[in-house]
């Protein structure tokens, strides 16, 4: 049997596991053997979305890791296992979002919202929690985001430089869905807010589950309506329009944000 460990955004794996096989968990005489005197570590096993399986998994706390083992950013993994196809909710990838996901409100829901007493295990295979005193129900928590691919006249698409992005890279509009607020308002406003511009024939193209902490991520298309660039200065710190013969350094393969761009680089949409 085989489980996937997790600690802070990364992956951990033997040092010598091959980057194709990064996907493919690890067997639990292999880590009862090299953890077993890590205090604090969550095991956990929660049912696959199609319930016909489960997925085992461990976190860490911050500690060291044994000689021979290896920290894969569990982004970097998507792009290793799945190559240029987005990471979806299925496969090996699909199975390292969900109990990534899952792991980490596990590890940020110990006590109840309501009353501050502990949480406890539900019972009956749920993944909820239901706090020892008052009886409240916890489940996972999914925070929808949008992410756009703005494009003009010109078919040129907008990508925008983010303060936090390493490197030189530049991606796409994205932006958390408010209270009360539709999912093509949060379009208009996150690049009203972010780069000063207005668009119109906003399209949803493809979600994609983003546990980064816990998103779900809502990829769309939209048309330059009005107004000229000016990056916000706050989150934005440069944003332009690039042609297919002139584009920066972009998200690798696994996102959304790459898919969308990729779908637009090879004129499909």
């Given amino acids: 049997m085989k489980a996937y460990i997790f600690q802070a955004s990364s992956l951990i794996l033997p040092?010598?596991?091959?980057?194709?096989?990064?996907?493919?968990?690890?067997?639990?005489?292999?880590?009862?053997?090299?953890?077993?005197?890590?205090?604090?570590?969550?095991?956990?096993?929660i049912p696959e979305l199609d319930g016909r399986d489960e997925i085992h998994a461990l976190f860490l706390p911050e500690c060291d890791l044994p000689e021979g083992w290896k920290a894969v950013?569990?982004?970097?993994?998507?792009?290793m296992i799945g190559g240029d196809n987005m990471a979806g909710a299925s496969g090996p990838v699909g199975r390292i979002l969900r109990s990534y996901h899952i792991g980490q409100w596990r590890k940020d829901s110990l006590f109840c919202g309501s009353?501050?007493?502990?949480?406890?295990?539900a019972k009956n295979e749920s993944i909820a929690k239901q706090c020892s005193s008052c009886g409240r129900m916890e489940f996972p928590r999914i925070s929808p985001?949008?992410?756009?691919?703005?494009?003009?006249?010109?078919?040129?698409?907008?990508?925008?430089?983010?303060?936090?992005?390493?490197?030189?890279?530049?991606?796409?509009?994205?932006?958390?869905?408010?209270?009360?607020?539709g999912l093509e308002d949060t379009v208009e406003r996150e690049i009203r807010e972010e780069v000063n511009i207005g668009v119109?024939?906003?399209?949803y193209i493809k979600s994609q589950p983003w546990p980064f902490p816990n998103s779900l991520m809502l990829g769309f298309t939209a048309k330059h309506k009005e107004g000229e660039l000016q990056p916000d200065g706050k989150e934005i710190e440069d944003a332009r329009w690039f042609s297919r013969d002139n584009i920066p350094q972009i998200p690798g393969y696994g996102s959304v944000?790459?898919?969308?761009?990729?779908?637009?680089l090879n004129k499909k949409l």
């Fill in 15 to 45: 040092a010598d596991t091959p980057d194709s096989d990064s996907g493919m968990g690890v067997e639990f005489d292999i880590i009862d053997s090299c953890f077993m005197n890590i205090e604090g570590i969550d095991r956990f096993s």
């Fill in 73 to 79: 950013n569990i982004r970097q993994a998507m792009s």
């Fill in 115 to 121: 009353c501050g007493k502990p949480n406890m295990e």
């Fill in 145 to 181: 985001a949008i992410i756009v691919l703005v494009t003009n006249d010109m078919d040129e698409a907008l990508l925008a430089r983010n303060y936090k992005f390493a490197g030189k890279m530049y991606s796409l509009i994205a932006g958390f869905n408010e209270a009360g607020e």
């Fill in 200 to 203: 119109k024939d906003i399209r």
């Fill in 257 to 264: 944000s790459r898919y969308l761009i990729d779908l637009w």
